[in-house]
């Protein structure tokens, strides 16, 4: 089973608590609020955002490319989708 079906309770938390500071940062913006209170509001959401990718990140890697049973082919396949996937995210 895959880890974000096993982990779904835990990855939503995440997701809905980004969604709140997500909403807070349009709010703070809204109400023409300091621009450092909307730097904090900014950075906070990134380090949430890294913390998930970081999260999926592992599991993906651990279920899919370092699980005894994948084959050679298809771990290689998915190594190269995920170097994409990290090339897109640190641009």
Same mark, same amino acid.
């Given at each position: ?13 995440? /997701?809905?608590? &980004?969604?709140? !500071? ?10 023409? +609020?300091?621009? /450092?209170?909307?730097? %904090? %509001? /900014?950075?906070? &959401? ?22 005894? +049973? @994948?084959?050679? !082919? ?7 989708? @995920?170097?994409? &996937? ?6």
């Amino acid at each position: 089973m895959a880890h974000t079906i096993t982990g779904k309770k835990k990855l939503l938390g995440r /997701i809905r608590r &980004i969604q709140g !500071q997500t909403s807070a940062l349009e709010r703070a913006v809204e109400n023409e +609020d300091d621009c /450092i209170d909307v730097l %904090q %509001q /900014i950075a906070a &959401i990134r380090g949430a955002v890294n913390g998930l990718m970081a999260e999926v990140m592992e599991g993906h890697l651990r279920e899919h490319l370092a699980a005894p +049973d @994948v084959n050679e !082919q298809t771990r290689l396949a998915d190594a190269e989708a @995920v170097t994409r &996937i990290i090339k897109s995210y640190l641009r």
